[in-house]
């Protein structure tokens, strides 16, 4: 991972670095219109630290965090001053085989913890604080997999930067200042045909993912024609530059409503690269050559945030107060 060096890890910056959790609820909701429900979001936001502390104090093993992550019309509510850089909503993505819808989202709770009950304690006093200011547009609950696997059985997550990759990946930096320590959050919430995976050999769905399924090594299709899901999702700037994204996808499902399913949130420092991963997924590359995990996994969402620094977020609580 190369870029625009971070000369210091920001302290500001939310739990984006927290570890990969047991479990997850990713609560995307919509605020009403009026100055009223905006006054009602930024007290939430407000109040969201002591959220966390009533409920992840009672078991510190729990390791309770959650991310607040603003869409780009409700930023433009609270901070009509300006947006960062590259906010703009999901753009539908219609390949020649699969769509990549744009859904609602004007707020995202990303809430993690080894404990499903925080999770759920702190989704249900987050929304007794925000009332009617908001509809419920998608609430999914993750949870971790055996060794971390998605329910497709491969290893999810493993090229995710470390240490002090993840800022440099996943936080903006010097090149918008005023957003400094914050990060470009994308989500997609995907259905799998787990029976059509089966029928499929092991080594087919290996040539599809880009690794080997048992032992998780990396396979090397520089040559191959069709890529795969891996390399799709390897971006090169025009400088030739890799650049990473910080991932904690989670599986979901109900085994009884025969519902198997992932649910995609990436964090990145630039919008662009997410994007463009989406792009070369969906439409191929060369355009046609598209992502054969689409042909087993839906995408029923996609929406884009901005999960600002602290004192941002803190600011934006505190602007409706002067
Ligand atoms: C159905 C949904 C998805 C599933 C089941 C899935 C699964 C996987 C798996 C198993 C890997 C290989 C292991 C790893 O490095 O994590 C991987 C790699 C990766 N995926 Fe996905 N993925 C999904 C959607 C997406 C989307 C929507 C994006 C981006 C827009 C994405 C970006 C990446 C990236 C950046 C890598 C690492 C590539 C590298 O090796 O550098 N994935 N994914």
Redesign the pocket.
Known sequence: MAGQAWDRVPIDAQSIEAPLSRAAIFLVLEVAAGDEATASVRSALGGLDDLLKTVGFRDLEGKLSCIAAIGSALWDRLDPSGRPAELRPFAAIEGAAHRAPSTPGDLLFHIRAERFDFCFELEKLLLDALGDSVRLVDETSGFRYFDA????G???????PVGQDIPEAALVGEEDPRFAGGSYV?T?K?L?DLAAWKALRAEEQERI???TKVD?I?IDDDKAERKS???L???EDEHGV?H??L?D?MPFGSAGRGEF??Y?I?YSRRLWV?EK??RR?FVGEPPGAYDR??DF?T?QTGATFFAPSRSVLARLAAAGDA
């Open positions: 696997r998605d329910l497709l491969f290893v999810d997550g493993t090229a995710n994308v997609q995907y799998h993912i880009g690794r998780n990396e899901h891996k390399s999702a390897t971006i890799e990473d994204i991932r996808n399913g992932t995609f990436g997410i991963m989406l997924m995990l689409l996994s995408a």
